[in-house]
């Protein structure tokens, strides 16, 4: 018998070793940006709508829309070779799936809900239309272009039909890849009231996540009105969880759906610690007014929502970043933050500038896949994602 070459066999064990060892990526907030008169949207409108759409238009909301820099917020080389933002999904593989070898993204798309405004000033037909357009396209166009393309099925909160909508989408073409339900932060009435239950039984019952994604509409997108500026339209992200947060736990939702997990997109995380800290010494004050309530706020916090690292927080000193981790991490939430690039907007992340390649490498593994992969069962592919610095 002829022995194998032994510095052959090493190197074939290192490159194993090294194909083993990568740290798998889940991308969880990635945008398609298509227009509803893009054939991809539009070949799922019903023709009234269709002429509809081409004799009225869209309608618009009162209080006044901000101007954006560029007219889809992206980053420049995010233009396609049609000029386009954010409507080729090989583009998207090619900028994003294959550069950073990654197992999945999960396609966040509210266009459905800034298009129709939340359902506002439309006929209602027309806006639950444009819902499942923007749905059939995810699930026609996207999913059909890569199988790492998971999405998320976009519902309007205040109007009818939403459990028929996820239903459908589920038991739709590439339904076993619709990976989550997806939501405006704000609407008509705090989120934590009985009139959405029937919302988180959908999710419960699918074993899918909710997830709520910038930006809210309703009569206080902010909590303080329309703003005038970009800027501070951007600045006001963070203050949407102020108040769905508070909303379903103090209505008691987590006690009535044990099992519902709530994904925030795009709303930063560095404020969770803190704000958790305020809402267990404002139950401990009020806690007879809340005696329905099985746990303290924080439990709640660290056991039912999941947060998406874009955007980063950026302290001025970069070594303060290291502490803001910690603290996150310390109490108890190391297992709640997922990567994500918010892809193709302008401040969007590389897994590198996300989650730096000097972190512990059991921080990156969460961060970059293993959290997602958890909360979407989205498997991470083996021998995918990035080099462990170990074998570099």
């Known amino acids: 018998m002829i022995k194998g070459d032994p510095v052959t066999t090493t190197e074939t064990a290192q490159v194993k070793a090294a194909l083993d060892s990568k740290l798998g990526v889940i991308d ?8 509803p008169t893009d054939p991809q949207v539009a070949d799922h409108i019903p023709q009234r709508w269709r002429d509809y759409i081409a004799r009225y238009g869209l309608g618009q909301v009162g209080g006044g829309q901000v101007v954006y820099q560029r007219e889809f917020t992206q980053r420049l080389d995010a233009v396609d070779r049609n000029g386009r933002v954010g409507i080729d999904p090989h583009f998207g593989v090619e900028q994003v799936l294959d550069k950073y070898d ?11 809900y800034i298009i129709t405004h939340g359902g506002h000033n439309m006929p209602i037909e027309m806006a639950l239309a444009l819902y499942s357009a923007y749905n059939d396209a995810l699930a026609h166009t996207w999913m059909g272009a890569d199988p790492r393309y998971h999405a998320s ?64 509409y309703g009569r206080f997108p902010t909590g303080a009105g329309h703003q005038n500026f970009y ?45 958790g800290w305020q809402l267990d010494a404002l139950y401990d004050a009020h806690r007879d007014e809340v005696s329905h309530l099985q746990r303290k706020p924080s439990e709640y916090l ?60 059991a921080r990156r593994r969460r961060i970059l896949g293993q959290n997602a992969s958890n909360l979407y069962n989205i498997p991470l592919l083996k021998g995918h994602g990035l080099p462990d610095p170990a074998f570099s």
Request: net charge negative.
């Open 28 to 35: 969880v907030d990635f945008h398609p940006m298509p227009l």
């Open 302 to 361: 660290r056991d039912h929502f999941w947060f998406s690292t874009q955007p980063l927080e950026e302290p001025e000193h970069s070594d303060q970043l290291e502490h803001v981790f910690r603290i996150f991490e310390e109490s108890g939430l190391g297992d709640n933050l997922m990567y994500s690039s918010d892809w193709p907007h302008w401040d969007s992340d590389s897994p590198y500038e996300s989650v730096p390649a000097n972190f512990p490498e």
């Open 153 to 216: 099925i976009s519902v309007a909160r205040d109007l009818p039909g939403v459990v028929e909508e996820i239903e459908r989408c589920k038991a739709g073409p590439n339904g076993d890849r619709f990976s989550q339900i997806l939501m405006t932060p704000a609407g008509q009435d705090p989120l934590g009231k009985q009139r959405y239950w029937h919302i988180f039984e959908a999710a419960e019952a699918l074993d899918i996540p909710l997830g709520f994604h910038v930006p809210g």
């Open 102 to 112: 990654m197992s999945a993204v999960v396609l966040t798309c509210p266009q459905a």
């Open 231 to 275: 800027v501070e339209m951007h600045a006001a992200f963070g203050a949407l969880p102020m108040g769905l947060i508070p909303s379903l736990i103090f209505e008691g939702v987590f006690d009535r759906f044990p099992k519902l997990r709530i994904a925030i997109l795009e709303m930063g995380w560095d404020w969770v610690v803190s704000f």
